[in-house]
Structures are given as C-alpha cells and as structure tokens.
C-alpha cells in the first residue's frame, strides 16, 4: 500500500488549499479512506472520512462545512478542498485507510510522506 499526497502549502486564514492523494498497492474502490492530520504536539485526528462510491462522508466538528473530501476511483485518486482555513488547521496531512470501529473510525497503519499545510496571521 502507497500513498503520495500533495497540495499543502502556506496560506493566510480564510484561505483554500486543495489536497490530493494517489493511492496504489490496493483496490483502491473497495476502501473507505480518510485524511487524518497531525499537529505538532497532539495527537493524530481523522479530519474525513469518505465511504466507498463517496456515498456517505463524514468531518471532524470542527471542520464541518469548511472541508469537502471527494474520491475518484477511476483515478485512485483522493482530495480535499479545505476552505476558510484557519490556523489551528494547521498540521501535516495524510490518507489512509479507514474502517469503522463503533461509532468511530480507526485507520490502517499504511502512510505516505504527508503534505504540510500552514496556515499563518
């Protein structure tokens, strides 16, 4: 399993940035996946998770309405349009994996390189 994601950058709140990420190594359409973030110092956190046919979605509270994740499988491929950025959205990014655990999603423990997304005053 291979992820490649790109897309991040240095923005100003309010801003956008779009992520992708290419997926290979697996059947890509027969997964739900989800961009999980990292911020310095805290714990990793699901930001979105998309079902497979991008059927149901679902977003972390705090990004709910500023955060859209779309799939194209016929590309492997995975976004996120993140709008109205703020800096505490700032974190390095990934895809993964996800299943649902409970209520929750947990994600496989397959990582890519992430994109760093920082958003500053």
């Known amino acids: 399993v291979q992820f490649v994601e790109s897309g991040g950058g240095m923005v100003q709140p309010g801003e956008s940035l779009r992520l992708s990420c290419v997926g290979s190594?697996?059947?890509?359409?027969?997964?739900?996946l989800s961009w999980v973030r990292r911020a310095q110092g805290k714990a990793p956190e699901w930001v979105a998770v998309?079902?497979?046919?991008?059927?149901?979605?679902f977003y972390l509270q705090s990004v709910q309405g500023r955060f859209t994740i779309s799939r194209d499988d016929a590309k492997t491929t995975l976004l996120l349009q993140m709008n109205s950025l703020k800096p505490e959205d700032t974190a390095l990014y990934y895809c993964?994996?996800?299943?649902?655990?409970?209520?929750?999603?947990?994600?496989?423990?397959?990582w890519g390189q992430g994109t760093q997304v920082t958003v500053f005053s």
């Open positions: 190594g697996f059947d890509f359409r027969n997964y739900a």
């Open positions: 993964a994996l996800a299943e649902r655990d409970g209520s929750d999603w947990s994600v496989y423990d397959y």
């Open positions: 998309i079902e497979t046919d991008g059927g149901n979605k």
